[in-house]
């Protein structure tokens, strides 16, 4: 039976593990010039239903690098576009594809697509989750910083897929995250009680942030929310993370922004420029983590 990756929790920690560990060695061997192509005809096939720029990148290289291919789906190359029932497109593409991963607004889609799928199933973004990116974080994290276990994570910002994964990960890595939203922009009220030990809820940055290890934000209006824009600018009004906040967190900490990022927005003009901010190698690790998911979801465990 098909392993399908919805979110952080389809793995055990110890999986987790694995697979950044395996993402650290895949990106030493390609800067190293290796080719490893385990992957060799093997097909991706990439439903997206919101743009990207990181998401189809790093997915499309990735197999190419693992010697495999991609085939790219937007709503107006495939019959979902047309009403095609979800479970009917799941069957066909299990036929035809050996992995698929799905960028789409409902999470709904993406577990009704799964449960009738034959093949494993990546959740690249929903509005409620975003694994992949959290498991490029923790690897960024890791490569820099060594484990998060026990460590303090503050999230700042809207309570949106980010941060949900974020509550995921506070879980499945044992680190306690400070979340910092207005009031009406929490993120699941089921997963904040599921994780209530995990995690801490406050209404400014600043309370959030106070010696925290990683410092991570978004954009105050996701894709699909742009007309919430003028609502949104006003309620987040002082959640802006800027060098001089950073200096308020732990010494050694690091920022993350999972990108594009609005300058002068969610993060001040200078922010991305500070050395504690790690969003390229952030970015980069997308590539090298998801690389090793496919290989995990297609192959198992593999010896290093």
Request: aromatic content about 8%; charged content about 25%; glycine content about 6%.
């Amino acid at each position: 039976m098909a392993r399908h990756f919805l979110t952080l929790l389809d793995f055990t920690p110890d999986e987790l593990h694995y697979v950044i560990e395996r993402a650290i060695t895949i990106k030493k061997e390609h800067k190293a010039g290796k080719i490893y192509e385990p992957l060799k005809n093997k097909v991706l096939g990439m439903i997206f239903e919101k743009a990207s720029t990181r998401t189809r990148v790093s997915f499309e290289a990735g197999i190419a690098q693992l010697g495999g291919s991609a085939i790219f789906l937007s709503p107006r190359d495939t019959q979902l576009g047309r009403g095609e029932p979800v479970e009917d497109s799941a069957r066909v593409l299990s036929e035809m594809v050996d992995i698929v991963m799905i960028r789409t607004f409902e999470h709904a889609l993406v577990e009704r697509f799964a449960e009738y799928s034959s093949i494993p199933v990546i959740n690249a973004l929903t509005d409620d989750y975003h694994p992949c990116q959290l498991i490029a974080d923790i690897q960024t994290f890791i490569e820099l910083r060594g484990s998060i276990q026990g460590k303090t994570v503050a999230w700042v910002g809207d309570g949106n897929n980010m941060c949900n994964s974020y509550i995921n990960a506070a879980q499945q890595f044992d680190f306690h995250l400070n979340i910092a939203c207005p009031e009406g922009y929490e993120p699941m009220a089921s997963l904040m009680e599921e994780a209530k030990d995990r995690i801490s809820l406050y209404r400014t940055p600043e309370e959030a942030i106070k010696g925290a290890h990683l410092v991570s934000t978004d954009v105050w209006a996701s894709m699909g929310m742009e007309e919430e824009q003028q609502a949104r600018f006003k309620a987040f009004k002082g959640y802006q993370v800027s060098p001089a906040l950073m200096d308020t967190a732990s010494e050694d900490a690091l920022f993350m922004h999972c990108l594009p990022a609005h300058r002068g927005e969610e993060i001040s003009e200078d922010m991305l420029d500070d050395p504690r901010a790690v969003a390229w190698q952030e970015a980069g690790n997308r590539l090298h983590v998801q690389k090793a998911l496919m290989e995990f979801l297609l192959l198992g465990k593999v010896d290093s």
